[in-house]
């Protein structure tokens, strides 16, 4: 039987469609896993935001400095010293003079000024 010189160039023609598809579904796999990860990147970041470090330093650094020694507003070193703890709870969540309110959600304001008391 004589063969067909073509048959080989089929089969390597079939086999890579086979495989492009075969990738493509792969792809689709590795999407959605990429996908998952970023969620629960984003949980991480929450979680992580919540900490009174992180919050100081997405929101009050701006103003108070990344060691807390002031610029716009005052350094915040010993704070605890000069304020009672409600005082500050009071500046971060209803503002006072140029320092705008809201800077801390209220349910973590009792945390964040726990952690402002013990500023060096
Ligand atoms: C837009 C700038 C700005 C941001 C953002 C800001 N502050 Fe302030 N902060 C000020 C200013 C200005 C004052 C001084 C207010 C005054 O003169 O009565 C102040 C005062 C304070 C005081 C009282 C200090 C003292 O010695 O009496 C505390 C505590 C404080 N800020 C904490 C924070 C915290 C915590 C954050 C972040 C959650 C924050 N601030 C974000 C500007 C800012």
Same mark, same amino acid.
């Given at each position: 039987?004589?063969?067909?010189?073509?048959?080989?160039?089929?089969?390597? $023609?079939?086999?890579?469609?086979?495989?492009?598809?075969?990738?493509?579904?792969?792809?689709?796999?590795?999407?959605?896993?990429?996908?998952?990860?970023?969620?629960?990147?984003?949980?991480?970041?929450?979680?992580?935001?919540?900490?009174?470090?992180?919050?100081?330093?997405?929101?009050?650094?701006?103003?108070?400095?990344?060691?807390?020694?002031?610029?716009?507003?005052?350094?915040?070193?010993?704070?605890?010293?000069?304020?009672?703890?409600?005082?500050?709870?009071?500046?971060?969540?209803?503002?006072?003079?140029? $320092?705008?309110?809201?800077?801390?959600?209220?349910?973590?304001?009792?945390? $964040?000024?726990?952690?402002?008391?013990?500023?060096?």
């Amino acid at each position: 039987m004589k063969r067909n010189p073509v048959v080989p160039f089929i089969l390597i $023609m079939v086999f890579g469609i086979g495989l492009m598809f075969i990738l493509s579904f792969k792809g689709l796999g590795d999407g959605k896993e990429i996908a998952k990860g970023e969620g629960e990147g984003s949980e991480k970041t929450e979680v992580a935001a919540s900490k009174p470090e992180d919050i100081y330093k997405s929101t009050c650094i701006a103003c108070h400095g990344d060691q807390y020694q002031g610029g716009m507003g005052p350094s915040l070193k010993g704070v605890g010293d000069r304020l009672s703890k409600d005082e500050i709870k009071k500046v971060i969540t209803e503002g006072r003079g140029s $320092m705008p309110p809201n800077q801390v959600k209220p349910e973590q304001s009792d945390m $964040m000024a726990d952690w402002l008391m013990k500023l060096k």
